[in-house]
């Protein structure tokens, strides 16, 4: 069983900053990377920044600079720091999960409920 719950949406104004965090659960899950996708009617469901196992990132570059990402291994918790935001950045933003069902071996894919971020002018 995965669990993910993503909290600290909400709304800022241009340049403000918020930051996500994703509670995760897993029983019987080895998570290999992990990361913060984000949808809106305007784009479709774009990668946002990611973390590997190793502790290597990669960021979207309308979030290089202004995005930080990590993962706190011992409380199951990841961090998606946000500054500098724009009108752009307003999306719903989703928690994401990757890695291995250790009772089956196969490969799951784990989505969170999505937290809203909204940016005005």
């Known amino acids: 069983q995965v669990r993910l719950v993503e909290s600290g949406g909400g709304s800022v104004r241009t340049g403000g900053s918020l930051r996500l965090s994703c509670t995760y659960s897993?029983?019987?899950?080895?998570?290999?990377?992990m990361a913060w996708y984000r949808q809106s009617p305007e784009n479709p469901r774009d990668l946002v920044a990611s973390i590997l196992a190793n502790g290597n990132t990669n960021y979207a570059d309308f979030a290089q600079g202004r995005f930080s990402l990590s993962r706190d291994e011992s409380n199951n918790i990841l961090t998606l720091q946000m500054s500098g935001l724009n009108p752009e950045d307003t999306a719903l933003y989703y928690c994401f999960a990757m890695g291995i069902d250790l009772r089956t071996s196969w490969t799951r894919e784990v989505w969170g409920q999505g937290t809203r971020v909204t940016v005005s002018s």
């Open positions: 897993t029983t019987m899950f080895h998570i290999s990377s």
